[in-house]
């Protein structure tokens, strides 16, 4: 009688066992294994045990083609983060019942990587079909593009499912312009749960990339409505900025936001801004804004390399785990543009 209730149990617990899996794919025996607020480096340890593999081949390549591709996907992850959570609806294309957030002022005409995202995507679909999210897949393709820049490695908390909707107007509204004052970027900022040392840490994500003439003209010919050039601008910089950047015209054309050394992940983007060379309003604020914690950390980053990599690596996970469906919410999307 008491092996009967025995393998009574062992049955029950393996068809629960059974249906936490089907309820929850991608989980696999990671789940419960004590994550970031649900999340899980372990997530698909089991489940799609490759993936990690599948995407790091995926950006080797597409890297070493394209070396700027690297900054766009840590783009894309926090145009993603900062829209309704890490959440893949940045990806979602236009439909009968989405308006995309590509249109949004911060993303039209300047947001990329989708391609990329896609290949990722159709040979995981190969290997573990419906197991891995598009918000998984932009959260470690940003990880990777950091690495293979020569940054930090951090393990990333997995098990975000994707969006069944996206926001057009939180788009326009929640992401930090590239003119914002110090003030705006702490408020938009905090509204995300990210701290002041956050949004320092983040903004030397713009060690790598380039940003395009229309997102900084106005600090070079009317930063205050007084026709006149930033003040704080350095100015052999400026004047190599104005042959970028005409006053009309232009507006496509591309400045590198670290020319220093703008396909490394380094710290040279806080000396720069030390010296007046910090190419978007919103990285000179961060010295000249007048906020003493902000001015301290650029001078910290500065000064320690292994300091602002080790801040980053928080702040990176942190934003990461901006409200992420989990369990049952949402979905794990069959193509990253479209709902299923």
Same mark, same amino acid.
């Given at each position: 009688?008491?092996?009967?209730?025995?393998?009574?149990?062992?049955?029950?617990?393996?068809?629960?066992?059974?249906?936490?899996?089907?309820?929850?794919? $991608?989980?696999?025996?990671?789940?419960?294994?004590?994550?970031?607020?649900?999340?899980?480096?372990?997530?698909? +340890?089991?489940?799609?045990?490759?993936?990690?593999?599948?995407?790091?081949?995926?950006?080797?390549?597409?890297?070493?083609?394209?070396? %700027?591709?690297?900054?766009?996907?840590? %783009?894309?992850?926090?145009?993603?983060?900062?829209?309704?959570?890490?959440?893949?609806?940045?990806?979602?294309?236009?439909?009968?019942?989405?308006?995309?957030?590509?249109?949004?002022?911060?993303?039209?005409?300047?947001?990329?990587?989708?391609?990329?995202?896609?290949?990722?995507?159709?040979?995981?679909?190969?290997?573990?079909?419906?197991?891995?999210?598009?918000? +998984?897949?932009?959260?470690?393709?940003?990880?990777?593009?950091?690495?293979?820049?020569? $940054?930090?490695?951090?393990?990333?908390?997995?098990?975000? %499912?994707?969006?069944?909707?996206?926001?057009?107007?939180?788009?326009?509204?929640?992401?930090?312009?590239?003119?914002?004052?110090?003030?705006?970027?702490?408020?938009?900022?905090?509204?995300?749960?990210? +701290?002041?040392?956050?949004?320092?840490?983040?903004?030397?994500?713009?060690?790598?990339?380039?940003?395009?003439?229309?997102?900084?003209?106005?600090?070079?010919?009317?930063?205050?409505?007084?026709?006149?050039?930033?003040?704080?601008?350095?100015?052999?910089?400026?004047?190599?900025?104005?042959?970028?950047?005409?006053?009309?015209?232009? +507006?496509?054309?591309?400045?590198?936001?670290?020319?220093?050394?703008?396909?490394?992940?380094?710290?040279?983007?806080?000396?720069?801004?030390?010296?007046?060379? $910090?190419?978007?309003?919103?990285?000179?604020?961060?010295?000249?804004?007048?906020?003493?914690?902000?001015?301290?950390?650029?001078?910290?980053?500065?000064?320690?390399?292994?300091?602002?990599?080790?801040?980053?690596?928080?702040?990176?996970?942190?934003?990461?785990?901006?409200?992420?469906?989990?369990?049952?919410?949402?979905?794990?999307?069959?193509?990253?543009?479209?709902?299923?």
């Amino acid at each position: 009688m008491a092996s009967l209730k025995v393998l009574s149990c062992l049955i029950a617990v393996s068809f629960l066992s059974s249906s936490l899996l089907d309820a929850f794919p $991608g989980s696999g025996y990671g789940w419960g294994g004590g994550g970031y607020s649900g999340l899980t480096p372990e997530f698909y +340890d089991f489940s799609c045990p490759r993936a990690n593999e599948i995407i790091m081949s995926v950006l080797e390549k597409a890297i070493a083609e394209d070396p %700027r591709m690297a900054a766009s996907l840590l %783009r894309l992850h926090f145009h993603d983060c900062f829209v309704q959570g890490c959440d893949a609806s940045i990806l979602l294309d236009d439909s009968a019942t989405i308006v995309s957030e590509k249109n949004s002022g911060p993303n039209k005409n300047s947001i990329r990587g989708f391609e990329v995202i896609d290949e990722i995507k159709a040979k995981l679909e190969i290997v573990c079909p419906h197991t891995v999210s598009c918000a +998984d897949i932009i959260t470690l393709a940003a990880r990777d593009s950091v690495v293979l820049s020569g $940054g930090p490695h951090w393990e990333v908390p997995l098990g975000r %499912r994707d969006s069944k909707a996206a926001s057009l107007s939180r788009s326009n509204t929640d992401i930090p312009a590239p003119n914002s004052t110090i003030k705006t970027l702490i408020t938009k900022f905090k509204r995300q749960s990210l +701290d002041i040392e956050d949004l320092v840490a983040l903004s030397g994500g713009h060690t790598i990339g380039v940003a395009r003439c229309v997102t900084f003209r106005q600090r070079l010919y009317n930063q205050n409505g007084n026709n006149q050039p930033d003040a704080t601008l350095e100015k052999t910089y400026y004047n190599g900025l104005q042959k970028i950047c005409p006053k009309v015209g232009g +507006d496509n054309n591309i400045s590198p936001l670290d020319f220093a050394s703008p396909v490394k992940f380094d710290n040279t983007y806080f000396k720069l801004i030390l010296w007046g060379k $910090g190419l978007l309003n919103s990285d000179e604020v961060l010295l000249t804004g007048n906020i003493r914690q902000t001015m301290e950390l650029v001078k910290s980053y500065a000064e320690d390399e292994a300091l602002f990599f080790h801040q980053f690596v928080k702040s990176m996970v942190k934003m990461g785990n901006i409200s992420p469906l989990t369990g049952s919410k949402g979905e794990i999307r069959k193509n990253c543009h479209l709902v299923n």
